[in-house]
């Protein structure tokens, strides 16, 4: 594997003060990687500083061996870096089939667009089988495969998801996760904050635990979920054992040093 993100000594933050501290992170080329920590830790700043919603005020973000500090969100979404908010970003009086199109605005060729939707009606089918529907209609589930579906039309090589199943039922959350699984099998690598820190470690091949605006501790999914500290800190309970974690790699641990 290869590095497609390296986040190095980023400090950043909403002007009162520095969210992230000193932020070190690799993202590794086609994988998927969650963000862990108690609330205020920085994860939603840290997506919010690769999409460029927010820049640094030191360190450096390289995308792909190329440094982005200085990029828009516009000319970071043309390199294949897409940003899916925690709120609801669907426009809810408009179709579902409509959603979608607006995902391609900066794709000038129409007939990649709607290659591409086709494509993403293929990944998620819920989007052909309510595409005359108004998005408003959908229950919160169903929204948040569309917004994922929506990504595709992009074609982006790294996908930023903020809290992916808040506010859903059970149910949902698994289709999202496997949606969520899919989408990494289709070759995207995938930085994900997400508030259920079991079910984002599982579906993970890495983990990153953030703790006042730092990167404190770096491991597998799997690794994670087995440590009996991470579980009482931040998964609300008892380890797991990696086999019913479902996650794909179980390399030791690695503290920040060694990060």
């Known amino acids: 594997?290869?590095?497609?993100?390296?986040?190095?000594?980023?400090?950043?933050?909403?002007?009162?003060?520095?969210?992230?501290?000193?932020?070190?992170?690799?993202?590794?080329?086609?994988?998927?990687?969650?963000l862990i920590g108690p609330n205020g830790a920085g994860k939603s700043t840290v997506l919010k500083t690769v999409s460029g919603l927010l820049r640094p005020s030191r360190g450096s973000v390289v995308f792909d061996g190329t440094e982005i500090n200085r990029l828009t969100p516009k000319a970071r979404l043309r390199l294949g870096?897409?940003?899916?908010?925690?709120?609801?970003?669907?426009?809810?009086?408009?179709?579902?089939?409509?959603n979608l199109l607006m995902g391609g605005y900066l794709v000038k060729d129409s007939a990649v667009v709607y290659?591409?939707?086709e494509e993403a009606m293929k990944a998620f089918p819920i989007c052909r089988s309510r595409a005359a529907e108004h998005a408003g209609s959908l229950s919160?589930?169903?929204?948040?495969?569309?917004?994922?579906a929506r990504t595709l039309i992009l074609d982006p090589t790294l996908i930023l998801l903020d809290e992916p199943s808040i506010g859903l039922d059970p149910k949902s959350r698994q289709i999202v996760f496997e949606s969520i699984r899919s989408l990494s099998a289709s070759g995207r690598?995938?930085?994900l904050?997400?508030?259920?820190?079991?079910?984002?470690?599982?579906?993970?091949?890495?983990?990153?635990?953030?703790?006042?605006?730092?990167?404190?501790?770096?491991?597998?999914?799997?690794?994670?979920?087995?440590?009996?500290?991470v579980a009482r800190l931040y998964l609300g309970g008892g380890a797991v054992p990696a086999v019913a974690s479902g996650t794909r790699h179980t390399e030791t641990a690695s503290t920040e040093e060694d990060y």
């Open 1 to 34: 594997m290869s590095a497609i993100l390296d986040i190095g000594g980023v400090f950043a933050g909403y002007g009162a003060g520095d969210i992230l501290k000193g932020v070190d992170l690799t993202v590794e080329r086609g994988t998927i990687t969650c």
């Open 81 to 98: 870096i897409v940003h899916v908010p925690q709120e609801r970003s669907l426009f809810p009086a408009m179709t579902v089939r409509d």
């Open 115 to 117: 290659a591409r939707m």
């Open 140 to 148: 919160g589930g169903e929204q948040k495969q569309v917004e994922l």
């Open 189 to 191: 690598t995938i930085l």
């Open 193 to 229: 904050v997400e508030q259920n820190a079991r079910s984002g470690l599982a579906v993970s091949d890495f983990g990153a635990v953030l703790e006042s605006g730092r990167v404190r501790l770096v491991a597998t999914g799997a690794r994670l979920l087995e440590d009996p500290e």
